[in-house]
Each structure stands twice: as C-alpha cells, then as structure tokens.
C-alpha cells in the first residue's frame, strides 16, 4: 500500500499472491519485483511476470535480497556465500546470477546491512573480534572514520542523521565502556556526550575482557572471550561458563552486562563461539548440526579445561549458565559432563527437544526446515531429539541446578523448564525453579532482570563461593 501519511489516505501499489515472500522496492515506492515459496521449499524470483531464478530454502536461504544501491544506476544487493562459505555481499546479474562483490571477507561473514530512509543499502557490518562497519559512501565512510578516530578501541555505530547531514546520532561500546549515545556535528568537529545507559558505572567497576582461543580436540579452532573478575589475579578462580543463544549467534569484545555483572561479584567468565555459532562461515555453523550433545559440548567443555589447565578456573569452582539456547547449553552440559560444572543456571533453555519441536503435523515451513537441520534430524524422528534433550536425561546429573523462566515467554515457552524441574525432581535431584511473572523471553522489565541477577548471585554463592 501506498500511504499518505499526512491525511491517512492509502491505495493499492501491488496485491500479493498466497506464495508471496518478499516484494523486491526501487527504493521510490515502486515495486520491481517479488519472491514466491512454493509448498516444497524452493523459491522463485520474478522480475515483473518472468520468473529469472529459483533456490532451494531448505534449512535456510542459500541467497537473500537485500536491496538496491543508493547509486544512479542502481544495483540489486544480494547476500551469499562464496566457494569458502563466507557470506558477503554482491550485486545481482541478472539472469545468471550473484555478480559482483560489493564487499567479502576472507574469514568473516557480513553481519548486518546498512540502509537509509529509504531503504537502500549504504554500507554493512561484520565482526572479527569487534564489530566494524564500512558504507559505499565516501563520505558516510569519512563520517565512520572520523568517529573510530575519535572513539579509539570502541564498537561506533551511525545510528541515523539529519536531512543535510550536518548532525549524526552515533551510539559507541567496548568491554570496559557501557554503550553511549553521541551527537556529532562534523563541522563543528564537535562530539557531545548525550546519554549513558549506565551512568554510575566506572571503569574501575568492570573486568577486563580479553580474546581466549583455543583448539577443540578435533582441531577446530574456538573464538572465545574471558571477562576477568576487577582486582583479582587470574589464578585459580571460581568461574562461570556462559555459553550465547541462537544457536546462530555469537559472542564478540564488547559490553556484555551479564558477563560484567558476574565479573564484578568475583567470577571469572568464559564466553566460547562454539561450532554452529555464526559469523565464521557458513560451514562452521553447519559443523554443529546434530551435534548439540556432542561436538557443540565437546567445543565448550575444552575451553574450560583450558581455562584449568592454564590455572585460571578453579576445577572444582566452575558453573555453567545460560539464556535460550545457552540455557540449552547449559543444562546439557550439566547432564553429558555431569563431572566437570560444581553447578548449573538455565534462563528461558530448552529441555526436551521432542515436544519443541514435533507437533504432529505435515505442515512443512522454511524456519521449521532450519531448526531440523540444527537438530540433525525430522521432526518425526524422536529418538535422535530425545538423545539430545537434558529432559530424557534427568538421571545422570550430578551438579544442583538453578532453573529460570518467564511465564509470558512466547520464544521457549515455560513448559520446557517446567519438564526440566519435574524430571530433576522424580530422579532425586537438588533443583530450583523461579517463575518470573508477567515478562518475556528477553527480560524486557528492570523488576524482573534485577530479580534475575539477585538469584544468580545467591545461587553462585551457595554453590561455587562469593
């Protein structure tokens, strides 16, 4: 629709049809072209009634359309990956295909894109250890420079700016350096503090967030980060390991106030980018597919055996905590390395992978195809969901655990630690279970985030020392 947003007055630009995915926008309001997904998984690129491609979606999109360039001659942006399985950004040529590279790097993938107010795409992000952005433009990538050059050592990021490009709201982070808004005036050469998101924080409050790699025993190589406790030496710590969600996600140097507040009440924190995490290729996150009790655990549970062997963990002071995912990650851990975590939290994690994900129905989705390639299995293949479910496995675990869940939470709903307590429970083990009333899965209100930190800190205490 087309809407005039002054009056309210709207008409009819393109009807859609039942198999319609994407509408593919000129960036001046004008349709050029769309994409349909038929029922087996495979989609169908039009250019006005000509249909120019087709692509299997089948646990994810091998292409993605992201837009046009802001150029004259403008050029349609697709996301793919190359021989390499890195995922860059490059033009489309059409009929054969992806053409030429706006941008690719040969060990990391484009993270995110850039657009203006009307949707063109302008520039990217992707992340090594940092999150860097780089635009098209010359002169937005000046303005991006500019900025690094005068926020050394932090994440900056454009957030928008005003119709003659003479003021730029910038938003900036690093490990030590809670993110800040900004107001930059180019001309001016002027940067104006605007606003903290943690205004009494200081950096003698944070820990030191360093790069800890490591090699998994089958040679892969692990990107992790260690939060280091302020105050104390690396030596012998009690220490939590704080696997990310997703799975496809990852951790990166940067202000991770879950990390900083563990950090602050004396723990040490390992965050692993595990196999099946994203931003290292697309063939490192199918290396964790099917493999969340086994390689995926493998990868964590080596890097604490490093943080061991190098004498910062104290082997016998070491929990595993997690969010979503990592709250998957961190009951399995508990239950396939019952031996190696004195305890374990889960926030909103998954248990029983069998009822998340099999309902009994035929229907056949692009997001449901995803999750049954991370599973390494069919939905109607119960046996291989429930070796990987926690739930299925109550008996083996050895290690008191903490389980948390909002009962608003649409994303993991709160049966699935409602299995976990029950089953922990019937096999005799110690575990608690805390309900946080009227919130969701991200934690959206301060009274119930405050809550959550309270009973970490008091579980930790118990269990691996203040």
């Known amino acids: 629709m087309r809407v005039n947003v002054t009056n309210g007055y709207a008409e009819m630009v393109l009807h859609g049809t039942d198999n319609e995915a994407q509408i593919l926008m000129d960036g001046h309001g004008h349709p050029i072209g769309r994409i349909d997904e038929d029922s087996n998984l495979h ?17 994810g999109a091998s292409i993605s359309f992201e837009g046009i360039t802001a150029d004259k001659a403008p050029s349609l942006v697709v996301r793919s990956s190359d021989a390499k399985g890195m995922t860059g950004l490059y033009t489309w040529q059409s009929p054969g295909g992806v053409g030429a590279s706006l941008f690719a790097n040969p060990q990391y993938d484009v993270d995110d894109i850039r657009v203006d107010h009307s949707g063109h795409v302008i520039g990217l992000t992707y992340a090594d ?26 994440s900056v990021s454009i957030l928008s700016k005003d119709a003659t490009g003479a003021t730029f709201a910038v938003e900036a982070d690093g490990p ?44 892969l190589n692990i990107h992790a980060y260690l939060t280091l406790p302020p105050g104390k030496e690396a030596k012998n710590l009690p220490t939590v390991i704080l696997p990310h969600g997703g799975p ?36 490192f996150i199918k290396a964790g597919d099917g493999e969340w009790a086994k390689k995926v655990q493998y990868d964590v549970q ?120 029950d089953a922990l429970k019937s096999a005799g083990k110690d575990v608690q279970f805390v309900t946080m009333e009227g919130d969701d899965h991200q934690l959206s209100y301060a009274a119930t985030r405050i809550r959550m930190l309270q009973e970490t800190e008091k579980f930790l205490a118990a269990h691996i020392g203040k």
């Open 176 to 219: 030590k350096d809670p993110p800040t808004l900004y107001l930059y005036r180019p001309a001016a050469h002027q940067l104006a503090q605007v606003l903290l998101s943690y205004p009494n924080l200081t950096s003698a409050d944070l820990g030191e967030m360093k790069p800890y790699p490591y090699t998994a025993r089958d040679g």
């Open 129 to 154: 250890d940092r999150d860097h952005t780089h635009y098209f433009d010359p002169d937005m990538e000046k303005t991006q420079q500019q900025l690094e050059r005068a926020l050394p050592g932090l």
């Open 248 to 283: 496809e996600a990852r951790d990166k140097l940067r202000f991770d106030w879950l990390a900083q507040f563990l950090a602050s009440r004396g723990y040490a924190v390992l965050q692993p980018n595990f196999r099946g995490s994203s931003g290292y290729g697309w063939d």
């Open 302 to 421: 080596d890097g604490v055996k490093k943080l061991i062997a190098d004498g910062i963990a104290d082997p016998k002071k070491t929990c595993i905590m997690g969010w979503s995912y990592g709250g998957y990650m961190a009951l399995a851990g508990a239950t396939f390395s019952p031996d190696l975590y004195a305890c374990a939290i889960s926030f909103a994690g998954m248990s029983d992978l069998t009822r998340a994900f099999y309902s009994g129905s035929s229907f056949e989705s692009q997001g449901l195809s995803i999750w049954e390639r991370r599973l390494g299995s069919s939905r109607s293949d119960t046996g291989k969901m429930n070796a990987q479910s926690p739930a299925r496995h109550a008996e083996m675990v050895k290690a008191p655990i903490l389980l948390m869940h909002s009962d608003k939470d649409v994303t993991v709903p709160i049966v699935q630690s409602q299995l976990e307590a």
């Open 43 to 59: 989609d169908h690129l039009f250019f006005g009634t000509r249909e120019v491609a087709e692509f299997d979606t089948h646990g």
